[in-house]
């Protein structure tokens, strides 16, 4: 467990109960850069405190089905599974708006030439896994962490891989090729961005703390926004050694105005995404997405 580096809050007035929450999120530069103002301080509120967790997507996913922290990073592939116990909070989501997750291989394969190919894939439970499957049915896939993908692909290990984060922008200096970007595919097949991972909060915290918990969240990624250059060298301790303009594309494509609020238009891809995953027998059942608002 991270905690945040920040200096300690001061003491609340009176005698208010402080309710200290466990807010788990990816150890990435879109991640750090939203909940930058939170971590360090810029943003808090009297009677909620944060312990920061840091994690891969593929175990926050898990975690979240055992309902291990308050509030967590999660994809909206895993909310499927989890909509019982988590809520979702109206800021923090990632959509690839005309972009989004890579596959990745050498030459170009296309829909025809990934059917029952080794594909790489960041986790069971991503919706980056969800929409290859979308895309491609017949493939056959293995788990891989995901700062390993490129690597293996490279190397011949895998015939292809789904490429998450960062390496959406540096797989080409591993010799790769772009096979399909899903986001541009899924925005092609229905007019909508693809709604990648949000942010949800445990049902069971109550009214009063799940409003807070959501107030302060929006306020720490509008800082971020609002203060920009400040918010990009914080987050750029998590980028994975990228140059200062390509963290900054990076996070730009992750964390703007969709982060802020999904929009009538975000709510509705994340479930036409919940949807679709359930009409094709890749989900459980078939879920309503629900958000909570500050």
């Known amino acids: ?21 466990k807010l788990a999120h990816s150890p990435d530069s879109d991640d750090a850069f ?26 926050l996913n898990e975690k979240a089905c055992e309902e291990v922290y308050d ?26 708006d005309g972009y989004g997750p890579i596959v990745v291989g050498h030459g170009s394969l296309g829909l025809q030439g990934l059917r029952g190919k080794r594909v790489a894939v960041p986790g069971k439970m991503t919706t980056a896994y969800l929409a290859l499957l979308l895309y491609a049915p017949e493939i056959d896939a293995v788990v891989v962490p995901f700062d390993q993908i490129i690597e ?38 229905t007019g909508l961005p693809l709604p990648l991972g949000g ?23 509008q800082y971020g926004l609002d203060h920009r250059e400040e918010a990009l060298v914080y987050a750029m301790q998590f980028s994975r050694g990228l140059d200062a303009a390509t963290a900054d594309r990076f996070i730009a494509m992750y964390v703007n105005d969709w982060t802020l ?34």
Request: proline letters at 4%.
């Open 71 to 96: 509030i967590t990073a999660v994809s909206f592939h895993a909310y499927a599974y989890l909509a019982d116990k988590y809520i979702l909070l109206s800021s923090g989501a990632s959509f690839g």
């Open 261 to 294: 609020d999904y929009g009538e238009l975000g709510r509705r891809a994340v479930q036409l995404l919940l949807d679709r995953g359930f009409e094709a027998g890749l989900l459980p059942a078939r879920v309503q997405a629900e958000f909570v608002t500050p």
């Open 152 to 189: 293996r692909v490279a190397s011949g290990e895998a015939d292809a891989g789904v490429v998450i984060h960062e390496g959406q922008l540096t797989y080409g200096l591993e010799g790769l090729s772009k096979l399909v970007d899903l986001g541009e595919w899924w925005q092609e097949e």
């Open 1 to 21: 467990m991270l905690k945040s580096p920040a200096r300690r809050a001061p003491r609340p007035r009176g005698d208010r109960k402080v309710i200290e929450l």
């Open 199 to 221: 942010n949800v909060v445990r049902r069971t915290l109550g009214p009063d703390v799940i409003s807070e918990a959501a107030r302060l969240l929006q306020e720490s990624i």
């Open 34 to 59: 939203m909940f930058y103002a939170l971590a360090t301080n810029k943003v808090r509120g009297d009677s909620l405190r944060f312990v920061h967790v840091l994690e891969d997507i593929q175990s």
